[in-house]
């Protein structure tokens, strides 16, 4: 199977505090991206990195990536109980539309 | 961006029995994607559906049990055929709007039962 794997499976941290999620993926890589799902509903996409960048922000959001491990990190700062969610990564290879996604972080949030 | 809908919302159904998905999206896409999600698992592509051609499987699907039409650029239907109780999943839809970075917008999702 190509599917990455996320770590931990499920987290869950008081309200304020720093939620960081692991995502490792097995193949060469164009872009990477981090969706969230709220209550097995759609997912929303949160932010892509593309696999020449090393650092991207938006918001309370910070992802890294590195190629060199195939592995990449999303960091959801001063956390919220709306934040409370499943997270996926989801990989790209290069000329290849489909996406692969991770396993998943279930993220709680402790008001 | 774009805006995507699905019906229905969620369904119970009989063993044995079809249920066709609908997926509409509020702008013209090349590309629309199904996929699956089972009980608290991830993500798993069942198609890729282009307009004007057949669509295209992974391995572990097939037509004859997930047929997929899609006759204009901002619609398509899946089916699940001869459903079992192990079809039961969240079935959802997604387009990749610009075709360039494969950032993909999801659709609400479609919640099946089968009994």
């Known amino acids: 199977s190509q599917q990455g794997e996320e770590d931990p499976q499920a987290l869950s941290i008081q309200e304020g505090e720093n939620a960081t999620m692991n995502c490792s993926y097995k193949t060469s890589i164009n872009n990477l991206q981090w969706y969230r799902q709220n209550s097995g509903r759609g997912l929303v996409h949160l932010i892509l990195i593309r696999s020449n960048e090393r650092e991207k922000h938006s918001g309370r959001l910070r992802v890294t990536l590195d190629t060199s491990k195939k592995s990449s990190s999303l960091l959801i700062t001063a956390s919220r109980a709306a934040d409370t969610a499943s997270y996926f990564c989801a990989t790209d290879a290069k000329g290849n539309e489909k996406l692969t996604f991770g396993t998943g972080t279930r993220l709680t949030i402790i008001p | 961006s774009a805006v995507i809908s699905q019906k229905p919302s969620r369904d119970i159904c009989q063993r044995g029995t079809s249920l066709t998905i609908q997926c509409q999206v509020d702008?013209?896409?090349?590309?629309m994607f199904w996929y699956r999600q089972q009980p608290g698992q991830s993500l798993t592509l069942i198609a890729t559906?282009?307009?004007?051609?057949?669509?295209?499987?992974e391995s572990g699907f097939v037509i004859d049990k997930f047929p997929i039409s899609r006759p204009n650029l901002t619609f398509s239907t899946l089916t699940v055929s001869n459903m079992s109780p192990e079809d039961s999943s969240i079935y959802l839809c997604?387009?990749?709007?610009?075709?360039?970075?494969?950032?993909?917008?999801f659709g609400p999702g479609t919640r099946l039962t089968v009994l």
């Open positions: 559906a282009n307009q004007g051609s057949e669509a295209t499987y």
């Open positions: 997604s387009v990749d709007v610009n075709g360039i970075s494969n950032e993909q917008f």
């Open positions: 702008s013209q896409v090349t590309m």
